[in-house]
């Protein structure tokens, strides 16, 4: 079996700061994912990778940049925080392709802007 | 728009059952899949559904129905332990998934 690990479980920022969180996955997955989840709100897709060095726009790239810098890591930034962005970022990844795949998400990290 | 649409909350008693359903509106439909969440912890794969029909799984169950936009996941048996949250999740036309908000299933003793 594998894991997909985030860091940090908390991260704590000022408004206006930049803010990176990390992803680690050793399932060899092609694809990657980072997804924000808020209270009484479907998951929306902020970024996605299809393999190394790809970077894919969700609907809700605005404000955020992503790098996948190899296979197994996929980082999300968020250019300048702000309050109403305190949620759960989730990281996933599944094997890609056209299949009904199954992603597998990380425990999340949660954002909290002061 | 596209939507996929839960109840917000769920109460059921230990050792009956519990039915959590999803309705779907997508631009195509490639699949319906169900998650379990529990409470800080990461969505965990349960099923995986794309032609009609009742899928038996033992302990989870999974119904879906194309021409309604309708799914919903049977639980059996209830325990305590299955009080989490559970998501929907819709793969459309372009094989981009529309997520559900989650349904909080409560399990009284």
């Known amino acids: 079996g594998g894991i997909i690990t985030q860091t940090p479980k908390f991260l704590i920022g000022q408004e206006g700061q930049k803010l990176t969180l990390k992803c680690q996955q050793n399932?060899?997955?092609?694809?990657m994912y980072w997804y924000r989840q808020d209270s009484g709100k479907g998951l929306r897709l902020i970024y996605y990778s299809i393999t190394e060095n790809d970077l894919q726009k969700g609907d809700l790239s605005e404000g955020y940049d992503a790098s996948r810098e190899k296979k197994s890591s996929f980082s999300l930034t968020v250019t300048s925080a702000q309050k109403n962005e305190m949620a759960v970022f989730l990281c996933a990844s599944s094997t890609g392709g056209d299949s009904g795949n199954t992603l597998y998400f990380g425990e999340g990290s949660r954002l909290i802007v002061v | 728009g596209q939507g996929v649409e839960q109840p917000d909350n769920l109460m059921s008693v230990e050792g009956t059952f519990a039915r959590v359903n999803c309705t779907y509106s997508t631009s195509g439909f490639n699949g319906l899949s169900w998650y379990q969440q529990r409470e800080g912890h990461a969505p965990v794969f349960l099923s995986y559904?794309?032609l009609d029909g009742l899928k038996d799984s033992g302990h989870f169950s999974t119904f879906l129905s194309r021409s309604n936009g309708y799914s919903y996941l049977l639980l059996t048996e209830l325990q305590i332990k299955d009080s989490a949250s559970y998501l929907c999740?819709?793969?459309?036309?372009?094989?981009?998934?529309?997520w559900g908000s989650g349904t909080k299933l409560i399990i009284k003793p």
């Open positions: 999740a819709v793969r459309d036309s372009n094989y981009q998934l529309i």
């Open positions: 399932f060899n997955h092609d694809t």
């Open positions: 559904v794309v």
